[in-house]
């Protein structure tokens, strides 16, 4: 069955990078793509990008499109979302998906990444 | 990109009907026939449980169904019950990009 099991949830001070990781299993890894939600608490759904794991191409939102870098290992089946320059305001849980029957949805969950930044 | 619009909350009775709207513009929800919805409960991960504006996953009950007009969305849940109860999120394909409601919080009375 098709899991995504992301790494374990961070404490960092504002100005620093975070790495999340999100581990693949159950499927063709290079077929399908991976976006990335962020949470914030008490929040609704953000979506932050999504990268083809065929060829690495990436589409990022807006809002994240200087301080944020996704990236994939084909062969450890991992994909990774990198966010640098870290704020209070980036305090969320973030997801990993990936789509099923549309590129345009998601349907397969990570547990989701608590990311903390307090100084 | 501006998030689509949703009501802040929605209630209705046990096996009642109850609709949630999604606005958004012609770039978005009136452009593209890529609009899905999202149930999440507390602590849980989204679950996807219409996509392509009107497709349901196969497991997903067929008391939701999705619809759309202009730019506007609609997330029809028949039959309430109280596990409905969650909060729900639209999205749209928006010129390679996803963009989010801001979510509705669904009460069963």
């Known amino acids: 069955q098709v899991q995504l099991v992301q790494s374990g949830a961070e404490v960092k001070k504002p100005g620093a990078s975070v790495k999340v990781s999100c581990k693949a299993s159950g499927y063709t890894f290079n077929i399908y793509g991976i976006t990335w939600v962020r949470q914030a608490p008490g929040q609704g759904l953000e979506w932050m990008g999504w990268i083809s794991a065929y060829n690495g191409n990436t589409n990022y939102a807006q809002n994240f499109q200087d301080r944020v870098t996704l990236t994939t290992d084909t062969s450890t089946r991992t994909a990774y979302m990198e966010l640098r320059s870290l704020r209070s305001d980036d305090t969320a849980v973030y997801y990993c998906s990936r789509g099923e029957f549309s590129s345009s949805s998601a349907y397969y969950w990570g547990q989701g990444t608590l990311v903390t930044v307090s100084s | 990109q501006s998030a689509l619009t949703q009501p802040a909350s929605v209630s209705g009775s046990p096996g009642q009907s109850i609709t949630i709207s999604c606005t958004g513009t012609?770039?978005?929800?009136?452009?593209?026939?890529?609009v899905s919805w999202y149930q999440q409960h507390p602590g849980r991960a989204p679950k996807l449980m219409i996509y392509d504006v009107s497709n349901r996953p196969s497991g997903v009950s067929d008391r939701f169904s999705g619809s759309n007009s202009g730019n506007t969305a609609s997330l029809t849940i028949s039959g309430l019950q109280a596990e409905d109860e969650a909060d729900y999120y639209c999205?749209?394909?928006?010129?390679?990009?996803?963009?989010f409601g801001g979510g509705t919080k669904l009460t069963v009375l």
């Open positions: 999205s749209s394909y928006t010129r390679s990009n996803w963009v």
């Open positions: 012609s770039s978005d929800v009136g452009g593209y026939k890529y």
